[in-house]
C-alpha cells in the first residue's frame, strides 16, 4: 500500500485479555517507531526497530508489553493481560532510516480496555 | 524537565491573525528537529523541518536557536483550517522525542 496500515483500527477487549496490534510500514522504510496516546495526551514512545533489531525498547511502559519485527517489515506490537490504563490509540510510523527523515503515522489502532 | 516542551495552549486566534508557538529541548546533541501537525483524532503528519538558517513554507516560518535549545514556529495571515494541534518534534539519537503539543483554534 502507499501508505503505513495498522489493524485493527478498533479493538475493545476485556481487562485480562491479550490484544496483538499490527504495523504494515511503507515498503522500503528500515525504520519503524510505536508510540502511544492517551486522550488528550501527547505521544508517548513505546519502541522503534532499525530493520528486525530494537535498539530502544526503554518506552515500554512493562513487561507485559512486546514487539517483534520480522523481514524487515510487518511488526507486532502485543499487550499481555490488559489493563484498563492501557487503553489508548497506539500509532506505528515508519521512515527511510532511523532518527533523520519524515515520520510516516498509520491512522493508529484505537484500544479500549473494559 | 521534560525533553520537548511547548507552550501550553490553547490559542484562540481570529482568522487573518498572526500567531507563533515557542518550544524548548533538553537534549544539545539533537540534530533534527520539526513541526507536525495532528487534526482531531486523526494521525500526525509532517508540516515543515526546521533548518539552523530558518526555513519558511508559504504562511510558516520556522526558527532554531541552537544556542537557546529553541525552535519557533510562526503562522501568518491564519486560515480557519490550520485549527490543529501542533507538535514539535526532536530527535534523540536514532529516536523521536514528541513534545505535548499546542492546540490552535482559528475563529471566524
Known amino acids: 500500500g502507499a501508505g503505513v496500515s495498522q489493524s485493527p483500527s478498533n479493538k475493545v477487549t476485556e481487562k485480562g485479555k491479550d490484544v496483538e496490534l499490527r504495523c504494515d510500514p511503507i515498503?522500503?522504510?528500515?525504520?519503524l517507531y510505536w508510540y502511544r496516546q492517551s486522550l488528550g495526551q501527547g505521544l508517548e514512545f513505546l519502541i522503534y526497530?532499525?530493520?528486525?533489531?530494537?535498539?530502544?525498547k526503554s518506552g515500554l511502559p512493562s513487561d507485559r508489553f512486546s514487539a517483534e519485527r520480522t523481514g524487515g517489515s510487518v511488526s507486532t506490537l502485543t499487550i499481555q493481560r490488559t489493563q484498563q490504563e492501557d487503553s489508548a490509540v497506539y500509532l506505528c510510523?515508519?521512515?527511510?532510516?532511523?532518527?533523520?527523515?519524515?515520520?510516516?503515522f498509520g491512522e493508529g489502532s484505537r484500544l479500549t480496555v473494559l | 524537565r521534560k525533553e520537548v516542551e511547548q507552550d501550553p495552549g490553547p490559542f484562540n486566534v481570529p482568522e487573518g491573525a498572526t500567531v507563533a508557538f515557542n518550544c524548548t529541548y533538553s537534549?544539545?546533541?539533537?540534530?533534527?528537529f520539526f513541526w507536525y501537525r495532528q487534526d482531531c483524532r486523526k494521525e500526525p503528519k509532517l508540516l515543515m523541518s526546521v533548518y539552523s538558517s530558518g526555513n519558511e513554507d508559504g504562511r510558516f516560518t520556522a526558527q532554531l536557536n541552537r544556542a537557546s535549545q529553541y525552535i519557533s514556529l510562526l503562522i501568518r495571515d491564519s486560515k480557519l483550517s490550520d485549527s490543529a494541534t501542533y507538535l514539535c518534534v526532536v530527535n534523540k539519537g536514532q529516536n523521536f522525542v514528541f513534545g505535548p503539543g499546542t492546540r490552535l483554534s482559528v475563529l471566524p
Open positions: 526497530f532499525q530493520g528486525n533489531s530494537a535498539p530502544d
Open positions: 537534549n544539545s546533541a539533537s540534530q533534527s
Open positions: 510510523a515508519s521512515s527511510l532510516g532511523a532518527g533523520g527523515g519524515e515520520l510516516f
Open positions: 515498503s522500503g522504510h528500515t525504520a
